[in-house]
């Protein structure tokens, strides 16, 4: 098991926050919170080790395409594929109301 | 064909969402929510992922206009098995609906069980949450009933089986299944011969829920239907205390093993001839 | 053999109770001149049910401590309950499944927990094992729990193979995770730290008990029954190993 932490340049913090997704096999468990303007913080711990650079190369992927709002997000994550936590994260996006 | 569209599986839904389904609308509350972060102390010193909410939810609300506590246990985590942060945010909401009858609040409880027991990652403390759990189920049945659900697909099984025999009204599903023993456990402990865990149809002939109802050992046997359970809770919830406990019962079921011959091996239909089977 | 050896130590020229199934032996008897009621789950070559034959609690042994204890409240004068703790699992078996064991384990937690709402007194002397669904329907609804130190007695959800299985490890793995997760361990010490015995005794000899070892024991009980003082479980909370227990408790009272 490991704890990974990664920061991206962020936007404007969001009014809400919102909570998806579950710790079973193949799937994370994604908190976000409104966090400081300009910057989008996220705490990963996985019980898949040795795995931290494939999380950073699939944030950068999903942060380019657009800014995201200033976030402190918590993963719980159990072994998901990229896919899976990209899902996640979309859904979490969208119940924040990120525009 | 109409089924299908107009039913809404409970079954898939998570245990956050199935109370949210049961409290009347824009009365749900949830207290310790996942963002206070009460998480298992035992768990990441072990290398197993805890989960923000320790996988109960416990939500405050209405059904009816009444004042209700639901306790819901997310089976998708560690098989919904029960630690120390899980099984005392159940005992302590049930303690609390105790103390609110005493005060002459008439809080009422319902249990969504989607477990396999005690977390063996937290083993004693979990086991002791369970003793708790089941002290404040026997507490608050003295108010008000304690509906207990049990809709799959995880089913309900170890300590926590006992706390659906404690409760005042058991409902199922035919994906559910009840039972105190894992099938893997069973077979490990009595051989394939006693039990097979890897046949399904089997396993369901004897626990599933269809076969607990018509063994007299579950209240409601509902389709898996959020609208259906939700009114099946409700009027449960309505009734108040059943007026045979099933788990008083010791008299009856003394009686109907003692006439049982436990020679053979046993068959579904003799438990439903035993138990529920008229008698002169 | 502990349950039956302390039972008949403990209960010598009681009156035993009748009607109740060959693997449970319950008397009436006396402590400190006052009346109590003994209960102990006790192995039964000759149970009709071929997997409870060891001391199991099974269909029989639930109900039946249901109606020992039922039988007990009805007598009226809230007498101590006894339970002589030595059970080593539930009955893990086909029949038992299909006959709704967990309802008749749910029976006796019920009745126990029902005596101690009322106001007898319930102590659990823990003499052997005291394991998962045994001891959920046979002790571990008492006031007090009360255990003697030896390496025979022990307190777990699950045995050592199968809970190795079950989490998909190795005994020894298992093991060593125990010595740093307390209340995973499998020994009296451990247990204890939890916070939930509310005393530990040390015999000399606890397989086939002394004179002194029964007096001492006896003693105990004694003390514990006058302790008593609430119907709850509210004793077993306060030790560092089970802080989260409380902290959770005090957050939905704010919360409520």
């Known amino acids: 098991m490991e704890t990974l932490s990664f920061e991206f340049p962020a936007g404007q913090p969001p009014t809400g926050r919102a909570l998806v997704g579950c710790v079973g096999s193949g799937d994370l468990e994604v908190l976000l919170e409104p966090g400081i303007a300009g910057t989008l913080t996220i705490q990963v711990q996985t019980s898949v080790n040795g795995a931290e650079q494939r999380w950073r190369h699939l944030f950068e992927r999903i942060f380019q395409e657009q800014t995201p709002p200033a976030l402190n997000i918590d993963i719980h994550d159990f072994g998901a594929t990229p896919g899976v936590v990209r899902l996640r994260l979309e859904q979490g996006f969208e119940e924040i109301g990120h525009d | 064909m109409t089924d299908l569209l107009t039913k809404h599986s409970f079954v898939e839904l998570g245990a956050r969402q199935r109370t949210q389904a049961l409290l009347d609308a824009g009365t749900y509350r949830e207290l310790i929510d996942p963002f206070q972060r009460v998480m298992s102390p035992w768990l990441s010193r072990q290398g197993v992922v805890p989960q923000a909410d320790d996988g109960v939810v416990i939500a405050k609300g209405s059904v009816e206009g009444l004042p209700v506590v639901i306790a819901a246990i997310e089976g998708n985590f560690q098989g919904g098995s029960l630690g120390e942060v899980g099984g005392a945010k159940i005992a302590g909401a049930l303690e609390l609906a105790a103390e609110d ?180 | 053999m502990r349950g039956l050896q302390w039972f008949n130590a403990l209960s010598a020229g009681a009156t035993p109770v009748q009607g109740l199934p060959d693997s449970l032996k319950v008397a009436d008897g006396q402590l400190n001149g006052q009346s109590v009621r003994f209960i102990a789950v006790v192995t039964d070559p000759n149970n009709r049910f071929p997997r409870a034959r060891n001391g199991e609690v099974g269909l029989l042994e639930g109900w039946g401590l249901a109606k020992a204890v039922d039988e007990a409240i009805a007598l009226g004068d809230k007498r101590p309950l006894i339970a002589l703790v030595d059970v080593p699992s539930q009955a893990y078996g086909r029949r038992e499944e299909a006959l709704g064991i967990h309802q008749a384990l749910a029976a006796a937690a019920d009745s126990y927990a029902r005596a101690r709402l009322a106001g007898h007194p319930v102590i659990a002397l823990l003499v052997g094992k005291a394991m998962s669904g045994a001891f959920l329907a046979h002790g571990y609804q008492a006031n007090r729990l009360i255990a003697l130190r030896d390496p025979g007695v022990m307190v777990h959800a699950m045995g050592k193979a199968s809970a190795a299985r079950v989490t998909l490890r190795s005994v020894e793995e298992l093991e060593a995770l125990a010595a740093s997760v307390p209340p995973m361990a499998y020994d009296i010490d451990s247990y204890a730290s939890l916070g939930l015995l509310w005393e530990t005794l040390t015999v000399s000899q606890i397989e086939q008990p002394t004179a002194d070892d029964v007096a001492r024991v006896c003693d105990c009980l004694v003390h514990a029954i006058k302790d008593i003082h609430t119907p709850d479980l509210s004793g077993r909370l306060g030790a560092a190993n089970r802080a989260a227990s409380s902290h959770v408790r005090q957050l939905l009272r704010e919360q409520w």
Do not use: K
């Open chain 2, 101 to 280: 009858n005493r005060n002459g609040i008439p809080t009422r409880a319902v249990l969504l069980l989607e477990t396999g027991g005690v977390r063996l990652q937290e083993a004693n403390l979990g086991l002791a949450a369970i003793a708790d759990i089941h002290a404040a189920i026997v507490d608050l049945r003295q108010y008000q009933p304690v509906i207990g659900v049990v809709a799959g697909s995880v089913g309900c099984f170890g300590g926590m089986s006992i706390a659906a025999g404690l409760c005042s009204y058991l409902v199922v599903t035919r994906e559910a299944r009840l039972g105190l023993n894992g099938p893997q456990v069973i077979e490990q402990e009595a051989g394939l011969d006693e039990y097979d865990s890897r046949d399904r149809p089997f396993i369901w002939s004897l626990t599933g829920g269809e076969q607990r109802f018509n063994s007299g050992l579950a209240d409601r046997y509902v389709a898996d239907d959020v609208a259906q359970i939700q009114q099946t809770v409700s009027a449960l919830l309505l009734q108040g205390v059943p007026q045979q406990q099933r788990s008083r019962r010791a008299e009856f079921y003394l009686a109907r093993l003692a006439e049982l011959d436990a020679t053979p091996q046993i068959e579904p239909a003799t438990v439903r001839a035993l138990y529920q089977g008229e008698r002169p």
